[in-house]
């Protein structure tokens, strides 16, 4: 079992930037072992993807938050991070991180992910 808790959502005004992480326990967990992807979802609209670090520290990005948003791990602290620059209203979402057991299966796709984290509210406004 793995255990994900996400923090530091919070309210922005547009243009700021906010930091997640996403804390990762469970007695299997290893980054060598586990990528882990960001998802968010808006209220009404189904959840997308946002970003993915595969266990080989592989990244990638949807469009939307290319060059703006940066995913990161500290494997000393088994943290894994979401830095997010120039924030736009249309980034208002839950956000969530999930981890998917050693694969070569694309990280775009939430079904593909075997653990999920409860989430964490970023606003911003305009």
């Known amino acids: 079992q793995v255990q994900l808790v996400e923090s530091g959502g919070g309210s922005v005004q547009a243009g700021g930037s906010l930091r997640l992480s996403c804390a990762a326990s469970g007695r299997t967990f290893s980054f060598s072992r586990y990528s882990i992807g960001w998802f968010r979802q808006a209220p009404g609209k189904e959840r997308e993807f946002v970003a993915a670090?595969?266990?080989?520290?592989?990244?990638y990005y949807a469009d939307s938050v290319k060059g703006r948003f940066a995913t990161s791990r500290d494997g000393a602290k088994n943290t894994i991070y979401l830095e997010m620059s120039s924030l736009r209203p249309e980034d208002t979402a839950v956000y969530y991180c999930a981890a998917q057991l050693k694969s070569l299966q694309g990280l775009s796709h939430g079904s593909v992910y075997d653990y999920w984290g409860q989430g964490t509210q970023v606003t911003v406004s305009s």
């Open positions: 670090i595969r266990f080989n520290s592989d990244t």
